[in-house]
């Protein structure tokens, strides 16, 4: 069974920067697949981006590439979510969530994630 935490959520301006934090614990960090999550309210919940267990790996949606970056660092057995350029359709609820490495492929990096965080609130105000 692996917990995950996120950190990091806050209020920030339109154009401002986040960095969001989720860390891991109860399992053998490398062998799970991280990714994040957003639900804004009245919506569902979408995908923002993914990381295989190694790091070598990264997804992102569309609307967030070139904006979000996600890393992970393996001996924190923590993943990253560095959000730039923030507008205030990113305002949501952050949530990790963790899946078997196994199945982090170029196809179903979106899909499978059976562990979730609590999620952190991202307000941007404009």
């Known amino acids: 069974q692996v917990q995950l935490a996120e950190s990091g959520g806050g209020l920030v301006q339109a154009g401002g920067s986040l960095r969001l934090s989720c860390a891991a614990s109860?399992?053998?960090?490398?062998?799970?697949?991280m990714g994040w999550f957003r639900q804004a309210p009245g919506k569902e919940r979408e995908f923002v981006g993914a990381?295989?267990?190694?790091?070598?790996?990264?997804h992102y949606v569309d609307f967030v590439k070139g904006r979000f970056t996600i890393s992970r660092d393996n001996t924190k057995n923590t993943v990253y979510l560095q959000m730039n350029s923030l507008k205030p359709e990113d305002t949501a609820v952050y949530y990790c969530?963790?899946?078997?490495?196994?199945?982090?492929?170029?196809?179903?990096?979106?899909?499978?994630?059976?562990?979730w965080g609590q999620g952190t609130q991202v307000t941007v105000s404009s």
């Open positions: 969530a963790a899946k078997d490495n196994w199945g982090y492929t170029d196809t179903t990096y979106r899909t499978g994630y059976n562990f």
């Open positions: 990381v295989s267990g190694s790091g070598s790996n990264t």
């Open positions: 109860g399992g053998t960090f490398s062998y799970f697949a």
